[in-house]
């Protein structure tokens, strides 16, 4: 699940009915401004506060924490809404429909509409962007906020300061869900998409052939929009890395190529300062000859480390698996150390799985791109099988030697493996395969 950080400025978000009260009350005061019955008002400009962090600042402050991961609400801001934009540059007709299937407080859309070219009145340009601009989402109050924006923006970059009614415009923004079936017909429709789906992890209660259990909603969503929408649509997003890189959605990027899907990708780094998960941007476009879904293109060539090692994941799930069986001597990712050369573990626990002779080298698994070394490993010595924690990688020399060991903690501790991590995946968790794919740095 996304772990947002709190609001440094709003430790404290207001709950309950206040907060519902107080955003409804910051929504009519945005529609009242984009409406523009106030004679004095000065005029709008592309600067004023509610094109710009203001809207998602109140939304973080206003609304609690639980609501916004429950409902995904977790907003792309002015710069990641314009590199969206930018990947649809030359695959939209001037007249084509941008549809935002979840779009929130419009940031994406804003983006859209900075392109399009303004007419004489405000009515006739809000009248030409309403054809050209949809979205759904479920909350209404989200949904009148991102028409009273867009109307605001209508009038900056227009001059106007004439009267309009912003929750009449745009008819094909509207309260909806895009996973409904009364969302096909508009998503059929859409030239092109902009796509900023929930990150957190949910449980689909429809059968998927590629997944089951807890789910990232990214995937389920994606999922959905790649079978609803017409077959020249391209879809710009952005997505958690898990879902490009997690081993646990290798069949479901499987399932995307499957259907002609292919997509260039950019690692992106953290979503914002209070989303504490890693995203990459995509053009998703279909091709008669799709090729494997965001996969590095790297020019190496020779042996890699699956050709010197077998690389398992560690067989214990310490709170599920019973204690029961031989006692084991025990490696947990706590309590092994890093970067040692003949780490002997004196911890012992009943265990009836699998376990690994040494030597091996053990990896921990958890693994940040901010870290200083991505793949932090140890060399496990002893006479007898060890357990082995799930949070670690266990990498059992094919030649059985301790020199292979040793020589492995110093290849991966090498700035050439940090890079090539960094640039195969930025998810917090390492799997096999990517272990497994690097390069051979040491000697043979």
């Not at 090729?291 to 310490?318: C, H, M, N, Q």
């Not at 204690?323 to 003949?342: D, E, N, Q």
């Amino acid at each position: 699940m996304i772990t947002p950080t709190t609001d440094s400025q709003h430790t404290e978000p207001t709950s309950g009915k206040r907060a519902i009260i107080a955003f409804d009350a910051f929504v009519d005061g945005a529609v009242q401004a984009a409406r523009g019955r106030v004679p004095e008002t000065p005029a709008v400009t592309p600067s004023h506060p509610l094109l710009n962090g203001v809207p998602y600042s109140v939304f973080r402050r206003e609304v609690d924490i639980d609501t916004r991961r429950e409902i995904g609400a977790f907003f792309s801001g002015g710069e990641m809404a314009a590199a969206l934009v930018r990947l649809l540059s030359g695959r939209i007709a001037d007249d084509g429909l941008v549809l935002d299937p979840t779009c929130g407080i419009g940031d994406l859309l804003l983006a859209r509409a900075a392109e399009l070219p303004i007419k004489d009145t405000l009515e006739a340009t809000v009248a030409a962007w309403g054809e050209r601009l949809a979205g759904f989402d479920t909350r209404s109050d989200l949904v009148r906020l991102c028409k009273a924006r867009l109307c605001l923006l209508a009038r900056a970059r227009g001059g106007f300061t004439d009267e309009i009614d912003p929750l009449l415009a745009f008819p094909l923004i509207e309260e909806g869900d895009m996973m409904a079936a009364s969302s096909d017909a508009l998503l059929a429709r859409a030239g092109a998409i902009l796509f900023n789906p929930p990150f957190g992890k949910t449980t689909w209660p429809q059968k998927l052939n590629w997944a089951a259990g807890e789910i990232n909603a990214a995937a389920i969503f994606l999922d959905r929009l790649t079978q609803a929408v017409g077959s020249e649509t391209p879809i710009a997003a952005v997505l958690p890395e898990v879902l490009r890189c997690g081993s646990r959605y290798q069949r479901f990027r499987a399932a995307l190529t499957a259907r002609g899907y292919t997509g260039s990708f950019k690692v992106e780094g953290r979503f914002d300062a209070w989303t504490d998960v890693d995203v990459f941007t995509t053009l998703l476009v279909r091709t008669s000859a799709p090729k494997a879904l965001w996969r590095s293109d790297f020019a190496d060539s020779g042996p890699t480390i699956d050709d010197l090692y077998e690389v398992r994941v560690g067989t214990v799930v310490p709170h599920r698996d019973p204690k029961t069986g031989p006692s084991r001597p025990y490696i947990c990712a706590k309590t092994t150390p890093a970067w040692s050369g003949a780490f002997k573990p004196e911890a012992q626990r009943p265990y009836a799985g699998r376990v690994f002779s040494p030597p091996f080298v053990a990896i921990r698994r958890t693994s940040s791109p901010s870290d200083k070394f991505r793949a932090v490993a140890t060399v496990v010595t002893g006479t007898e099988p060890i357990a082995v924690e799930n949070h670690l990688l266990v990498a059992l020399p094919r030649d059985g030697t301790l020199r292979a060991c040793k020589v492995l903690v110093k290849a991966l501790r090498a700035e050439r493996t940090n890079s090539r991590l960094n640039d195969l995946m930025r998810c917090r968790h390492l799997t096999t395969g990517a272990i497994k794919t690097l390069p051979w740095v040491g000697p043979q």
